[in-house]
């Protein structure tokens, strides 16, 4: 147990004292990934300091002694990846960039970019909302959960929203920080449509996830604010009006989520608090425990069928996560099945199922080759959103999406599994060719028409 909390202090202490002064904007960019992979660490921490504890999903003891060290050997390797890519240079290039280049403003058929996009978002999510409240809502109807709403209710308007929600963020958070940057000031339509986005999930029934990542999505491009010269713009922010909206909000989650644990399938108060403790304290570290006592206290491990049933014969489907399929049919067998029909899925990250493919030595190059590609892709997308690239901010975050993905899901389907794969293929050629097109023969084109 000493080695585990050795291994604690050392990762709080690097990601506290050097990334708090020298990458504060990349935490902020990767804050689902850092805190969904601190709170996998804190749940395996806390398995091992209980010595065999029962988990009720995987309906056995977890008998793990050192998986919360070798949880946050992962966590360090990616934490260490941004230093490589976001050099000095790099970073004072970026904050240059940031404060002096010259706004740009592109005008498609005499209309601008950022009012075409303000006008879609807004009749689309408008029309999502109301197709939301004419059928029931599952945050009144607790019995209805979120799957049985998705396969019986769900219009395909509504399926859309799920798909596309943190893409919809990210690009909203991109326009509020344009009107922060070129005007100094808040585009409050932006900010309600995104608090339309939170309200609306809230009442599908989500309690945390969907909430949690469209709110991470829009903080990527916000992060770069670390870079501006100064936040005036504060000052004309009416904070009263998104106290009053977000204190709604919450109460909204509250609501759902008491009734969720408390009221729903007529589950007892013991039962119920039983349950809270599972989904805090251990669902999000069980499969990576259950997978480093298999693989690394007991060396045992099968590559081989590992590889065959995440890439070409899964236990399911190639449509779904293949890799958290195989993880769930390694730890509850035939059950698994039943679980997936059931649209219940365990909770996984990319480290487990890197140690069920690779051993417990390759698995930690290939995760910080993983690293290394989102910094890389998140460093990208950064230049060019500040040099006002459109098109590569929209193909870039597709790629940077599906990626990102992998890493918290583990999802390895994009990379070489039939048509996922074409598809991933597809977005990362058209990204190439926009941020092509646009360093190189936008001057020469006049397909679009920009205001300096």
């Not at 970073?91 to 498609?108: C, D, G, H, M, R």
């Not at 959960?145 to 859309?160: P, R």
């Not at 039983?274 to 099968?302: C, E, K, P, T, Y």
């Not at 794969?421 to 050629?429: A, D």
Request: hydrophobic share 50%.
């Amino acid at each position: 147990m000493l080695i585990n909390i050795l291994f604690l202090l050392i990762g709080y202490f690097f990601l506290i004292k050097i990334y708090y002064k020298k990458f504060p904007f990349v935490a902020l960019a990767f804050f689902q990934i850092i805190l969904l992979s601190l709170w996998a660490h804190f749940s395996t921490f806390f398995i091992d300091s209980q010595a065999g504890i029962y988990s009720i999903e995987l309906t056995k003891n977890l008998e793990s002694n050192f998986s919360s060290s070798y949880r946050m050997l992962f966590f360090l390797l990616f934490l260490i990846a941004p230093f490589i890519v976001f050099t000095k240079k790099r970073i004072q290039n970026l904050k240059e960039s940031f404060q002096n280049n010259k706004k740009i403003e592109y005008n498609f058929l005499s209309f601008r970019v950022y009012d075409i996009v303000k006008f879609l978002f807004t009749v689309f999510l408008i029309l999502v909302f109301f197709d939301i409240i004419s059928k029931p809502i599952p945050l009144f109807y607790p019995e209805i959960g979120k799957g049985e709403y998705y396969q019986e209710f769900a219009s395909g308007l509504v399926k859309n929203f799920y798909t596309y929600a943190s893409f919809i963020s990210f690009f909203i958070g991109f326009f509020i920080l344009n009107n922060i940057r070129d005007r100094n000031k808040i585009d409050y339509h932006f900010v309600f449509l995104f608090l339309l986005i939170l309200i609306m999930f809230v009442l599908l029934g989500n309690k945390f996830s969907a909430l949690f990542t469209s709110t991470c999505f829009l903080m990527i491009p916000l992060s770069l604010l670390f870079f501006a010269k100064s936040y005036s713009f504060l000052n004309s922010i009416k904070i009263k009006y998104l106290y009053i909206i977000t204190g709604i909000t919450l109460v909204l989650i509250i609501i759902n989520f008491f009734s969720y644990f408390f009221l729903n399938n007529e589950w007892s108060s013991t039962y119920g608090l039983a349950m809270i403790g599972n989904r805090l304290l251990i669902q999000q570290g069980q499969i990576f425990s259950s997978v480093a006592h298999r693989v690394i206290d007991l060396g045992i491990i099968n590559t081989d069928l590992a590889y065959l049933r995440v890439f070409f014969e899964p236990v399911y489907s190639l449509d779904g996560n293949t890799s958290l399929h195989f993880l769930m049919y390694q730890d509850i067998g035939s059950q698994a099945y039943t679980q997936i029909e059931a649209g219940y899925g365990f909770t996984s990250d990319l480290s487990a199922i890197l140690l069920e493919l690779f051993g417990s030595y390759f698995s930690y190059i290939v995760y910080f080759s993983f690293s290394l590609v989102a910094s890389l892709l998140l460093y990208i997308l950064y230049r060019s959103i500040i040099e006002y690239k459109y098109l590569s901010v929209f193909f870039g975050i597709f790629v940077y999406h599906s990626f990102a993905l992998s890493i918290i899901g583990g999802k390895l389907t994009y990379f070489c599994c039939g048509e996922i794969s074409n598809m991933y293929l597809l977005k990362i050629s058209l990204f190439l060719l926009a941020y092509f097109f646009e360093s190189i023969l936008l001057k020469k084109t006049n397909y679009f028409q920009s205001i300096n």
